[in-house]
Nanobody
Framework: TQELMESGGGSVQAGGSLRLSCAVS???????MAWFRQTPGNEREAVAR????????YYTESVKGRFTISQDNAKNTLYLQMNDLKPEDTAIYYC?????????????????????WGQGTQVTVSS
């Protein structure tokens, strides 16, 4: 059984919106979670992070004011609302979970901290 499973990716024109969802197994309820993205030939980039109290505490500079991370514990789902999408947002987006009780702060979410990953969902933004 997939512990994290993303959905909601697709193709959209610049200026459009998408909402990514990540179904979270009960084993990862209430942990530090994040969205990352990756383009071919590049390392994964942290996009947004939400802590165990469901407070967003990190956005990469390029998405501030456009993307919102949130979590619905009743539905065991993590979201990434993406508005005013730009071609440079084109990437595979991954949700990721850190082990329970992990520290969920700091200047930048380190990829190595997140031990469980979804399979990724493609987002393509055309100009």
């Amino acid at each position: 059984t997939q512990e994290l499973m993303e959905s909601g990716g697709g193709s959209v024109q610049a200026g459009g919106s998408l909402r990514l969802s990540c179904a979270v197994s009960l084993a990862y309820k209430g942990v530090c979670m994040a969205w990352f993205r990756q383009t071919p030939g590049n390392e994964r980039e942290a996009v947004a992070r939400i802590n165990q109290r469901r407070i967003a505490n990190y956005y990469t500079e390029s998405v501030k004011g456009r993307f919102t991370i949130s979590q619905d514990n009743a539905k065991n789902t993590l979201y990434l609302q993406m508005n005013d999408l730009k071609p440079e947002d084109t990437a595979i987006y991954y949700c990721a979970a850190a082990p329970p009780l992990s520290y969920c702060g700091g200047d930048y979410p380190r990829e190595a901290q997140y031990t469980t990953w979804g399979q990724g969902t493609q987002v393509t933004v055309s100009s």
